[in-house]
């Protein structure tokens, strides 16, 4: 389904993931898209993107957003959100614990992080969209995202396309790896001095 509505969105993807891969920063996609790069299939159609990016990288792919002339609506330490051409682009942060886990912290209100499977963030691209390779979370990662969501926000229910997507995912995993992943919610305790630390290397000197 590559109509317009999804061609200007796959646009500003490359044109992100581009100027990432050229300045040695790493973009995830996840959600509908990151769905879409996985299995080389355009489904629906989509209305905004999702990224994840290593907090590492934080202070540098801000500018990276700011260069490609996209307008900043929300800065916080567990989100940037921007909007270009009319598209929203929502990108989370991930860092590791002392113990090597990758885990992103989604609110600062909120008394857990909540971690993703080992295999989430792959070095290598592992997806394609119009004919353009791309990094998108794994397919265990992206049953955590859709999953965990409804552990996350106890008082929201998933929405049907999401549904739709979960189902989808599930086709992708056998039972034995969905019931291992289940283990992953509802989250870790914040460690808040950890929680600082990572949170802190967006002040710091953007990473060469």
């Not at 990758?102 to 909540?114: E, I, N, R």
């Not at 390779?133 to 552990?151: D, E």
Request: aromatic share 8%; net charge negative.
């Amino acid at each position: 389904m590559t109509n317009n509505r999804n061609l200007e969105p796959m646009l500003l993807i490359q044109e992100l993931t581009d100027a990432c891969e050229l300045s040695g920063v790493k973009a995830w996609l996840l959600g509908g898209w990151g769905i879409e790069a996985l299995c080389g299939t355009i489904r629906r159609t989509h209305y905004d993107i999702d990224l994840l990016v290593s907090a590492s990288d934080r202070k540098l792919y801000r500018q990276l957003v700011a260069l490609i002339g996209a307008a900043i609506h929300e800065d916080a330490p567990q989100k940037l959100r921007f909007i270009k051409n009319g598209i929203q682009v929502d990108t989370r942060f991930f860092y590791a614990l002392p113990d090597g886990r990758l885990v992103s912290d989604l609110d600062a209100d909120d008394p857990m992080v909540y971690p993703w499977p080992r295999d989430s963030f792959p070095e290598q691209f592992n997806g394609e969209l119009n004919g353009n390779p791309i990094r998108a979370i794994s397919w265990s990662a992206q049953f955590v995202a859709k999953a965990g969501y409804s552990a996350f926000k106890k008082d929201v229910s998933l929405r049907e396309k999401d549904k739709s997507d979960l189902e989808f995912i599930r086709k992708h995993l056998s039972v034995s790896a969905i019931e291992e992943l289940e283990n992953c919610f509802p989250g870790i305790p914040k460690d808040m001095k950890t929680t600082q630390q990572a949170h802190a290397a967006d002040a710091e000197e953007p990473r060469r």
